[in-house]
Structures are given as structure tokens and as C-alpha cells.
């Protein structure tokens, strides 16, 4: 059933977008703020009880409907995992802004390229040239299909196993939400945020991703090349700062053969515009190294060419996933 619910949800929000503002990112914004003014006080249990509240109490309700529902009918419990899989899981909840980069790019019209950019990753990308630009549009749109497709699939392919149904979704969800929303509440509404739940958040998501964000990786190096994919991991991964970023992007860097990591640009200001929307992912922090380090990985500069094998390394990466989770459950059915 896994599988089924996977595939139509991906059929779904390729026929009916999900809208950045919408009620239940609104709901779950409103929820996470409420946790953070209610429980946080600015000690280290504070931040374990904001954390629980905001990415376990929700994760749990998801998966006692499930429980509920299934109890019932399986036919209740599919429409369960398909709606809560519309809202977690999805290329159209960021593809837009790299489709209109990519037609921007390929129309030679960069400054909207850098202007949309701005807009999505909230960067500063008005001094870089056009290489640099292709290679920040690369790693976030790869940071991005993977915390909104694979690591998403991944927990509710977990969840589901334990017959929680859409649980793992969820919490895998609210936890890179709940990564990103502090420090966003800190820098753009210049609220003060405590620390130490700044800190947990982050240090939980890392943990929550650590297999995850391998797997993604190890799907790329099969669908790539793989030896250059297998080499770039193991030498480059750690030029980042965050490590799951690292193993992410090295991979990717090596199945496609085009250079990523060096130094990100200044972050801009949020519009109003999008002050309602996903907020940034996290920054991509690979620092140039000293003139006798290497600061990127090896491969051919980014080029406009590399957008397509990018969109077509993903793409391949979601059918040998689909394919191995039917295999699964066709094996689950005769067993």
C-alpha cells in the first residue's frame, strides 16, 4: 500500500500544485510558534519539550488516525497516506522556482535569474557570474529534492513498515521545518530566539536525516556514475560544514561531473512578497579553503547543460527508488 500511496501522490501534485501558502503550512507555522512562546524559557529541557510538541505531538496524531482508519477500512487508510503525503511530499513545492531560473538562464535574461534566486534562497546574488550562479540553482535545487522527496519517502517507507502509516512523514517534515523556522524567527523577524532551541533543532534534524541523506546519495552514485560519484563522496564530503550536506552534494558533484561547493553569497533580506512561504533551506556553508586547499569538488565548471542532468539524475533516482518499494511490496503481498 506504501508504494500505491507514493505514486499517487506524486501523480497528484504533478496535476494540482501544492500552493506555498496553504492552510496547513500556515496551521503548522502557527503551531510551531505557539510551542516556541508557550514552553521555551531558554533551558536545555525547554528545547526537548518545543521539540516534542512541534514535531512529535504531530507525527503521532497523523499516525493514530492512520491506525484508526485502517482499523476500518484500507481503503481509508490509502486516502489517509495520500492526503498527508500531498502535504509532505512533492517536487512542485520548490521546482517552480528553478523552472523559472532555468528558462530565465536559457533566455540569457540573468539578472531575473538572480533576482528569482534572491527570492527562493533568500541569497545575495547579484555580484555572481553566471557560473557561480548555476552552481548555487544546482545545490539548492539538489538540497531540496532531497528534503522534500527522498527523505520525506524514505520515513514514511519507514513508518509504514511499522504500520504507523504516514508518521514517519511527518516527522521527518516537522523536523526539517522546525530546523529552518527558528533562525529564519531570529534573522527576519528579529525575534529572539533561545540558543540552545536553535541548536536542538538542528542537531535532531542532522540525527533524523543521517541515513536518509546517505541513501539519497547512494541512489545518485547508482543512477550516475557511480565510481565518480563513490570517489567524490568519500574526498569531498567534508569541504561542507554540515556533513549530510557534504555526503549530498559530493555525490551528486562526481554522477554528474560538475564542480559544487566554494564560497555562498551574502544572505539578502526576505520580500514581504515571501515572507509567508517555505522559509530558506539551510545555508549551504562550504567555506573556500586556504590557497593550497581545494575548495570544490573535481568536475567540469557548472554549465547550463548541467540543469538537464540534474532534473534527469533526480527524476532516475525516484524511479529506482519506486521500483525497489514495489519490489518490496510485491514480495510483502506473495509472502
Do not use: K
Not at 81 to 104: K, M, N, P
Not at 195 to 218: G, N, W, Y
Amino acid at each position: 500500500m506504501s508504494f500505491l500511496a507514493v505514486l499517487l501522490a506524486l501523480i497528484v501534485e504533478q496535476i494540482r500544485p501544492l500552493q506555498l501558502a496553504n492552510p496547513v503550512h500556515a496551521g503548522f507555522l502557527a503551531w510551531a510558534r505557539w510551542a516556541g512562546v508557550n514552553f521555551d524559557a531558554g533551558r536545555e529541557r525547554h528545547a526537548w519539550v518545543v521539540w516534542s510538541v512541534t514535531v512529535i505531538a504531530p507525527a503521532l496524531m497523523v499516525g493514530m488516525i492512520f491506525v484508526l482508519l485502517d482499523h476500518y477500512s484500507v481503503v481509508l487508510a490509502l486516502g489517509w497516506d495520500l492526503v498527508v503525503l500531498y502535504f509532505t511530499l512533492g517536487f512542485r513545492q520548490f521546482s517552480h522556482y528553478f523552472t523559472d531560473i532555468r528558462d530565465a538562464l536559457e533566455q540569457g535574461r540573468e539578472d531575473e535569474a538572480r533576482a528569482l534566486l534572491r527570492d527562493w534562497r533568500h541569497l545575495d546574488a547579484s555580484e555572481l557570474p553566471r557560473t557561480e550562479l548555476l552552481r548555487h540553482v544546482i545545490e539548492h535545487a539538489l538540497l531540496a529534492a532531497h528534503r522534500h522527496v527522498f527523505g520525506v519517502f524514505f520515513w514514511f517507507v519507514l513508518g509504514s513498515a511499522c504500520g504507523l502509516g504516514p508518521l514517519g512523514a511527518v516527522l521527518y517534515r516537522m523536523a526539517e521545518f522546525g530546523s529552518r523556522y527558528w533562525g529564519h524567527r531570529q534573522a527576519r523577524e528579529a525575534a529572539p530566539t533561545s540558543e540552545r532551541l536553535m541548536r536542538r533543532f538542528v542537531q535532531l534534524f542532522e540525527i533524523i536525516d543521517f541515513v536518509p541523506v546517505r541513501l539519497t546519495a547512494a541512489g545518485f552514485a547508482v543512477v550516475g556514475n557511480f565510481e565518480e560519484s563513490v570517489g567524490s563522496w568519500r574526498q569531498y564530503a567534508n569541504l561542507w560544514a554540515d556533513r549530510n550536506v557534504g555526503v549530498l552534494l559530493a555525490a551528486a558533484s562526481g554522477a554528474c561531473g560538475v564542480a559544487l561547493g566554494g564560497q555562498r553569497p551574502q544572505q539578502a533580506q526576505a520580500s514581504p512578497a515571501h515572507s509567508t512561504g517555505m522559509m530558506p533551506l539551510h545555508p549551504i556553508t562550504a567555506p573556500l579553503a586556504p590557497d593550497d586547499e581545494q575548495s570544490s569538488t573535481a568536475g567540469a565548471p557548472p554549465q547550463f547543460a548541467h540543469l538537464r542532468s540534474v532534473v534527469g539524475l533526480v527524476w532516475r533516482s525516484v524511479v529506482l527508488w519506486l521500483l525497489l518499494l514495489a519490489q518490496l511490496s510485491l514480495a510483502n503481498l506473495l509472502g
